[in-house]
């Protein structure tokens, strides 16, 4: 079935005919978080246009406005950095030196506040990002489970540090403890969950924060400001409104974040660790840019393969940056391939968030329909064609998927990262092929090979496990679960995220250490009998 631009024009709906459960009603944020106080904002103002489109009367689509929030300025962002400075004291605040089960018991407080708000950002999810309504709330279960995972191996390794090591005539004692100040910086595609990846790990290893949503994603951190406010003390969590672009960089090149996390480009990693004037003092932990690959052996189980490269290139319309953004197939199964997968994309159902079996929804980035266009005509203009029935057709915020075939060297799709619904296609002849365009690749975060030969996977396995940090056989890429290590190689990461990793990510570890005396022994047991230092201890989280 050719998809036409009326059947997608005719997906969005009339005001009147959203179901009440998912109405709307617009969020106006009018204050921010900081030093713990909920500021009153009467400035300058953006509002948030959903990409989920309405019909008017007269038949036109429109982005209804859903809300607004605050376009602070480098003077607030300045404020926000004070406070979180304040906050740390140089490891001496509240905070840093508060023992680790006390911030595991406000940890467990936020989490309490954060379910209370679940209906609320569910729905923003939808409205603000035209995520389904179950990805959304997989997404909040998610979250919330991370941070109840997190806690755990928070317990697990502070339990390993609560013994002494007794080695070459030298008492210690090793845990960890804060960096200092973070600049916590997430993703649209995932506004909730990515950016709690690094946010909580962050607050609970005692470091102090400084949190910029998303330019779309913002309003859903709104409801979860007060839960933040009351749970914590004073300046540990802070606020940034406003252009990147206008209040990150001051904050850079005050030279006092200490770390920096980003989800976002390599490119604008590299400018921001640019600014910082003493870059031996900033850590970095990134998820950046990736074109993820798969690879499609001569003997691959086609319709395993199809099910898997369907989950992998198109779920939440290919906006993932663990997505698979391009598919090598050896040439002696291209056809077949081609067709099996292009029938299965024509079998996806396109439409509003909140109806049941959506696969394909508007996209919030309104220019980015037109990118895909231009991608997709630049690669026919060099040989490839549109696959499938329909691919590549829009309407609005809607863009049906396109499967692009055969792609090759030059054309935008081979090497740009499209970040959406379109899929390009390599046909190949040699397995040196891929392999030599995954060597040459910017990134190398992830790849997929499908195939059922032992043999050749395993001689796969071995040159591409140094080239990206996680292989996936016969199954698509991905992030989870959260306990395996989450990183990649060149430009698409610095540092590693799991449930585990990210805590040791946002700390570091420190020994006290003493001469085997009887002196010092009885020094040391005085402070660990008196519960005199709350590092140095031998208490036993349950």
Same mark, same amino acid.
């Given at each position: 079935?050719?998809?036409?631009? $009326? ?42 246009? $959903?990409?989920?489109? *309405? ?16 376009? #602070? ?15 740390? !004291? ?24 954060? %379910? ?30 991370? %941070? ?130 003493? $870059? ?32 992998? #290139? ?31 994309? !024509?079998? *996806? ?10 696969? %394909? #929804? ?164 005085? %402070?660990?009998?008196?519960?005199? $230092?709350?590092?140095?201890?031998? !208490?036993?989280?349950?």
């Amino acid at each position: 079935m050719n998809i036409t631009q $009326s059947q997608l024009s005719a997906a969005f709906p009339a005001l009147d005919q959203i179901p009440s459960a998912y109405q709307f009603e617009p969020l106006h944020q009018r204050e921010y978080l900081i030093n713990g106080q909920m500021r009153a904002w009467d400035g300058p103002t953006v509002d948030v246009l $959903s990409p989920v489109m *309405l019909r008017q009367s007269d038949g036109t689509l429109e982005r209804p406005v859903i809300g607004s929030y605050p376009v #602070t300025t480098d003077t607030q962002a300045l404020e926000a950095l004070d406070a979180a400075v304040t906050a740390y !004291n140089n490891g001496r605040g509240e905070w840093p030196t508060m023992s680790v089960a006390d911030r595991i018991s406000c940890m467990q407080n936020f989490v309490g506040r954060m %379910i209370e708000q679940k209906e609320q950002v569910v729905n923003l999810l939808m409205w603000e990002i035209g995520k389904t309504l179950a990805d959304s709330t997989k997404e909040f279960d998610r979250t919330v489970q991370y %941070i109840y995972d997190t806690i755990d191996a928070l317990k697990d390794v502070d339990r390993a540090g609560s013994r002494f090591e007794i080695t070459e005539g030298i008492i210690g004692q090793i845990r960890r403890s804060p960096l200092g100040v973070v600049l916590c910086m997430g993703p649209f595609n995932y506004p909730l969950n990515e950016t709690y990846t690094t946010l909580i790990p962050a607050i609970l290893m005692g470091n102090t924060i400084l949190f910029k949503p998303p330019k779309h994603g913002t309003l859903l951190h709104y409801p979860l400001l007060e839960a933040f406010r009351s749970c914590f003390p004073a300046g540990v969590v802070n606020t940034i409104y406003g252009r990147g672009a206008s209040v990150v960089p001051a904050l850079m090149q005050s030279g006092k974040i200490n770390v920096l996390t980003l989800i976002g480009s390599s490119r604008v990693a590299d400018s921001l660790k640019k600014m910082h004037p003493k $870059s031996n003092r900033l850590r970095a932990v990134l998820g950046l840019d990736a074109k993820n690959a798969a690879v499609v052996l001569p003997d691959a189980d086609l319709d395993l393969t199809v099910k898997e490269c369907i989950l992998g #290139t198109l779920s939440f319309n290919g906006q993932r940056c663990t997505a698979i953004k391009i598919i090598w197939v050896h040439r002696s199964v291209a056809d077949a391939f081609l067709e099996k997968f292009s029938e299965a994309v !024509n079998e *996806l159902k396109f439409g509003m968030p909140w109806e049941k079996g959506t696969n %394909i #929804t508007p996209l919030p980035e309104p220019q980015k329909p037109d990118y895909l266009t231009e991608c997709i005509a630049d690669a026919k203009a060099q040989g490839a064609r549109v696959v499938n029935a329909g691919g590549g057709t829009g309407a609005g915020s809607l863009f049906y998927p396109a499967v692009v075939y055969p792609v090759a060297e030059g054309m935008k799709l081979y090497r740009e990262e499209q970040f959406g619904p379109v899929v390009p296609i390599v046909p190949f002849n040699d397995v040196e092929q891929p392999i030599e365009y995954i060597i040459s690749s910017d990134h190398g975060q992830q790849v997929s090979l499908f195939g059922s030969d032992p043999d050749e996977l395993a001689r796969l396995i071995d040159p591409l496990v140094n080239q990206v940090s996680r292989v996936n056989l016969n199954a698509q890429c991905q992030r989870g679960p959260d306990t395996f290590p989450f990183t990649g190689r060149k430009d698409s990461a610095e540092g590693t995220l799991s449930v585990e990793d990210a805590l040791r990510a946002f700390s570091i570890r420190t020994v006290v250490a003493t001469k085997d005396t009887t002196a010092n022994k009885a020094i040391v047991n005085q %402070i660990i009998r008196e519960h005199e $230092s709350k590092f140095l201890s031998t !208490n036993f989280i349950f």
